[in-house]
């Protein structure tokens, strides 16, 4: 399986003052597998770029300006398919990691 259909919908933490408190789910109520935490099966597209990122991670290349040439040589594109350039790299991410 690809996801996890069973996942609730997050909702923000409200701040609890009991120590041992501020779960997201209530333990039991949720089968949630880590490498599952998602609603959907990733697109081929997500599948790409997680792709991609892998491959330019182990060359060693951690700055953003070089992240951001490194998907423009290798030809990925944004998922509206145009090049990469920084504030997209950053509001990308943001919106894959909501």
Known sequence: MDYNPHLKNWQRPEPNKTAGKGNIEKPGEGE????????????????????????????????????????????????????WTEEEFRLEMRRLGA
Do not use: C, W
């Open 32 to 83: 949630n597998f880590v490498h599952q935490t998602r609603g959907t099966p990733p697109t081929d597209y997500e599948n790409k770029l997680g792709q991609a990122l892998e491959e330019i991670f182990s060359e060693n290349i951690k700055e953003l300006v070089d992240v951001v040439r490194r998907l423009n040589e290798m030809g990925i594109q944004t998922h509206k398919g145009e090049t």
